[in-house]
């Protein structure tokens, strides 16, 4: 068990390096017609209007993203300044949704810099908690509401009659019912393991997680939605369900920025459109959401940790002055 236990921290990042490669394999197989060439018509055929509402779709995601954090400091009732919250929220998801695993290279982010501003162990514990609640529930209010509207979506998929798909979808609003109802009723806390409790948040709270969520998702699926073509383009309700499927599966799989994932269930979903124009909205949903986030993240880390270790360092050099001063 103790052998067990020293390898345990490579499980995560070994199940998102396989993901890569299985889906790296099945998209191989996909576009196996495609041609560099096509896919740069595809980029270049993409408007410039488009171009526009995919980096103000992209500001709405970020800004929806930074409202977990800030939902979850309302739960502990702590006040910390929104451009910290704005910031810190950024650089974690920026990082984490690159990094994979998000859960714990989230985690790290969010003790460092909140941990900076006094919370506890035990209060960023459950600030993580009820941020990655708020997506789940999210995910759920608004997966439901699709597949209740929109049931050939999940047929994209799956070989299933309207009926079946409709009672998914009622089951998916149920649970988001059930948290509300027991918000309202003040159940007792959920027990996730021995150790991890989460109280059901005060009905403003969930009200909040409920706007902020689909707020966030469909947002982010409005980057890959102005990117395609109108030719076949399915609507964007049908966008929104295949992207909240495809990124809860990237999420699930680990896999380091989706890689794979992503491309794999969309592909797939719209099989009916052009390929390359599909692919070519994805590299800009990659663009825009992952990869230049990603990079000021990290210019943004490093500053952060630069001016903790000069405070530190001033900190200790005053503690030190004042020990050796006369009488100290």
């Known amino acids: 068990m103790q052998r067990l236990g020293q390898y345990r921290h490579y499980f995560w990042p070994t199940v998102g390096v396989l993901a890569v490669v299985f889906c790296g394999w099945l998209l191989y197989k996909e576009l ?13 055929a993409i408007p410039l209007h488009g171009w526009v509402l ?20 309302i739960h502990l009732n702590r006040k910390i300044s929104w451009p910290f919250v704005m910031v810190t929220s950024f650089s974690t998801y920026a990082l984490s949704h690159s990094i994979g ?8 982010i969010r003790f460092r810099a909140y941990g ?4 506890s162990a035990g209060e960023i514990g459950v600030l993580i908690g009820l941020t990655s609640f708020t997506f789940f529930i999210g995910s759920m209010l608004l997966g439901g509401s699709v597949l209740l509207i929109k049931p050939s979506i999940l047929q994209r998929f799956f ?8 009672v998914i979808g ?40 409920l706007i902020v969520g689909p707020v966030e998702l469909m947002a982010a699926a409005a980057i890959i939605y102005f990117c395609l073509p109108a030719d076949g383009n399915p609507g964007f309700i049908t966008v929104l369900g295949v992207f909240v499927a495809s990124f809860s599966v990237a999420l699930i799989s680990h ?25 070519a909205a994805l590299i800009v949903f990659r663009l825009f959401y992952l990869i230049i986030p990603f990079a000021a993240a990290l210019v943004i880390v490093l500053f952060f940790e630069r001016s903790e270790f000069r405070r530190n360092a001033a900190e200790r050099l005053a503690k030190t002055k004042q020990e050796n001063a006369p009488g100290g």
């Open 32 to 44: 196996a017609n495609l041609t560099f060439a096509s896919l740069m018509d595809s980029l270049g």
């Open 54 to 73: 995919s980096i103000l779709a992209t500001l709405v995601a970020y800004f929806a993203l930074a409202e977990y954090d800030r939902i979850a400091l």
């Open 101 to 108: 695993a998000s859960l714990l290279s989230g985690a790290v």
């Open 116 to 119: 900076s501003r006094g919370l």
């Open 159 to 166: 070989d299933l009659p309207d009926w079946a798909v409709i």
């Open 170 to 209: 009622i089951g998916m609003l149920s649970i988001v019912g059930f948290y509300a109802i027991g918000s309202m009723f003040h159940f007792k806390p959920l027990v996730i393991g021995r150790r991890f409790h989460l109280a059901y948040p005060k009905p403003k709270v969930v009200l909040r997680q």
């Open 255 to 279: 896999a380091p920025g989706g890689l794979g994932v992503l491309e794999y269930v969309f592909l797939t979903a719209l099989d009916d459109m052009d390929q390359a124009s599909v692919l």
